[in-house]
Nanobody, 121 residues
Framework: VQLQASGGGLVQAGGSLRLSCAAS????????MGWYRQAPGNQRELVAT???????NYADSVKGRFTISRDNAKNTVYLQMNSLKPEDTAVYYC????????????????WGKGTLVTVSS
């Protein structure tokens, strides 16, 4: 299973970006998908997650500005980021939690390589 993220880049404060992450492989199902971020000198932190049923969870710092969504048929998760702030600058990592592959009985977690988001002031 591989996670391929895209959509990062440089944007001015107040602008918007949309991140995408597609999980590929012999996947039967994925429990939750989400986005985490890590700024220089900081630990990786949760941004938002979404379950296969559409239940979402957001970090307080992004509530009202970011929206996570998911296409279960494509095993793809999206993060719409609006009203971006310089403090949103970080490497954003995609996560797939509870991935069940066809022919296997155990679920695994996977991480993407990360995509850089830079917000200039």
């Amino acid at each position: 299973v591989q996670l391929q993220a895209s959509g990062g880049g440089l944007v001015q404060a107040g602008g918007s970006l949309r991140l995408s992450c597609a999980a590929s492989g012999n996947i039967f199902g994925v429990n939750a998908m989400g986005w985490y971020r890590q700024a220089p000198g900081n630990q990786r932190e949760l941004v938002a997650t979404i379950t296969s049923r559409g239940v979402t969870n957001y970090a307080d710092s992004v509530k009202g500005r970011f929206t996570i969504s998911r296409d279960n048929a494509k095993n793809t998760v999206y993060l719409q980021m609006n009203s971006l702030k310089p403090e949103d600058t970080a490497v954003y990592y995609c996560n797939a939690d509870g991935v069940l592959e066809r022919g296997r009985s155990k679920e695994y977690d996977y991480w993407g390589k990360g995509t850089l988001v830079t917000v200039s002031s």
